[in-house]
């Protein structure tokens, strides 16, 4: 039988022949239909493990929160935890101008569980504890959560309460309803923000100062704010040491161009060097220069600019501090800072000097003074002589950049570790977190 019979055949059994068009209809519509279901499921099982997925990985929900009453608008850092997964700090800010309160017994919290898209369930991490913590006056406020064992992955949803006022018990949060304390309602009657977290999931950032018996306002906020904002500074600081070092070759190189350049047997002499600039060199490798991937680029220098400083930035850390290098004995950091801004009033700097030189030809006569500067025949060194005078500024514009805004900078991250340091405040109560099983 041939191939067409057979077919003829299989055709008329299974009544796919064109006498049976409503059968053949029916089969091909089954088919398509088992298909579409079973493309459905697929899809299901994938948006659920997609689901599953990122509630693992994903550890912030809302990075950002407005103040229901005060509208007050913030922004949360990130969830941070310790290796063991059970403890938890979330690090939000305002800025550093808004009206809040800096004492931490006036917050409270409430904590309930959510799904991943943040409709309320029950808390699977039992016995979870919490403290509400101040860091100073720098708008920085964090609420650190602990509990017996490893967070689940699940979303939480974590309301806070600014409210000096409020009194409250374990006693009243029992028998109150909880749209009452925490629901829709009580963010028209009570200051408060609401954010979504997943202290369980895998994105969370592991910190060293979670792993402390005792939690450390200062070293937290060193690790989270500081520690980022120093190796900013600190780049900045590397990449002007960098400019400051061309400036000085280009300097060198131009000087070398006196005596080389002459115009019917003239030459400029060599001029006397600006005080604030002489002697200074700048050793040592960039990043990419170096074997090991490390700057050691160093500028040494007898001279510092008005209103700059010089210290040994790369031996130490804001961590550990830089100003109790700087402050004389018996005077406080705070009258030091004022009296270096102070020495800015009046100055006039370098510019005044390199204004001042006396560019005098082999000669003895002076090029600024006896010749024309539009004189074409005296051109070449007259070129000399501006790019000599330019790399003085540009060296001195780059040096006292690093030596007051850039090191100020780094100064300034140590007096923010010190106000943490002194004024930070804790509400570790235990009826400051109520949660929600």
């Known amino acids: 039988m041939s191939i067409n019979d057979r ?14 068009a409503i059968e053949r209809f029916g089969l091909f519509f089954g088919v398509l239909t088992l298909a579409g ?70 917050y409270k919290a409430f904590l309930l569980g959510s799904d991943d898209k943040l409709k309320t369930e029950k808390l699977k991490t039992p016995g979870v504890t919490g403290s509400f913590h101040v860091f100073g006056a720098t708008g920085y406020v964090g609420v650190v959560l602990e509990s017996q064992r490893a967070f689940e992955p699940q979303v939480l949803n974590l309301t806070i309460r600014a409210n000096a006022e409020l009194s409250f018990s374990k006693q009243r949060a029992a028998g109150a309803n909880a749209d009452e304390l925490i629901g829709d309602r009580s963010f028209a009657k009570y200051d408060q923000w609401r954010i979504f977290l997943n202290p369980g999931a895998s994105g969370t950032t592991t910190i060293d100062s979670l792993d402390a018996a005792k939690f450390d306002a200062a070293r937290a906020y060193y690790e989270v704010v500081l520690e980022q904002e120093e190796t900013k500074a600190r780049d900045a600081l590397d990449e002007k040491l960098g400019e400051m070092r061309t400036s000085l070759t280009q300097i060198s190189s131009y000087s070398k161009d ?18 604030s600039i002489a002697g200074d060199q700048v050793t040592g490798e960039t990043t990419a220069e170096s074997k090991a991937g490390e700057s050691t680029l160093a500028l ?8 700059g400083f010089k210290f040994d930035w790369r031996s130490s850390n804001v961590e550990a501090g830089y100003l109790d290098q700087l402050v004389p004995k018996g005077q406080s950091y705070v009258d030091y800072l004022q009296t270096k801004a102070a020495e800015t009033a009046g100055t006039t700097g370098t510019s005044s000097e390199i204004s001042d030189i006396a560019w005098t030809l082999s000669n003895g006569k002076s090029l600024t003074t006896d010749y024309r500067t539009s004189d074409v025949t005296m051109r070449p060194l007259t070129t000399v002589m501006n790019n000599l005078s330019q790399a003085y500024q540009d060296y001195y514009a780059s040096k006292s950049k690093y030596q007051s805004d850039l090191l100020l900078g780094l ?14 405040t804790t509400n570790a109560d235990e009826d400051f977190l109520v949660t929600y099983s």
Request: net charge positive.
């Open 37 to 106: 279901v079973l493309l459905l499921a697929a899809s299901g099982v994938s948006a659920i493990t997609a689901g599953r997925d990122t509630l693992a990985e994903r550890a912030l929900w809302t990075p950002k929160f407005t103040t229901s009453k005060t509208q007050l608008s913030g922004d949360v850092d990130g969830v941070y935890t310790n290796r063991r997964k059970n403890k938890a700090l979330v690090m939000m800010h305002f800025d550093d101008r808004a009206k809040i309160s800096y004492d931490a017994s006036d």
């Open 411 to 424: 100064l300034k991250l140590d007096v923010d570790l010190r106000d943490v340091r002194t004024n930070n």
């Open 258 to 275: 006196l005596a080389t350049t002459k115009v019917d047997g003239l030459f400029l002499r060599p001029p006397t060097v600006p005080a």
């Open 7 to 20: 077919l003829t055949a299989f055709g008329k059994v299974f009544r796919l022949d064109s006498h049976h």
């Open 300 to 307: 040494h220098t007898t001279k510092v600019v008005p209103g």
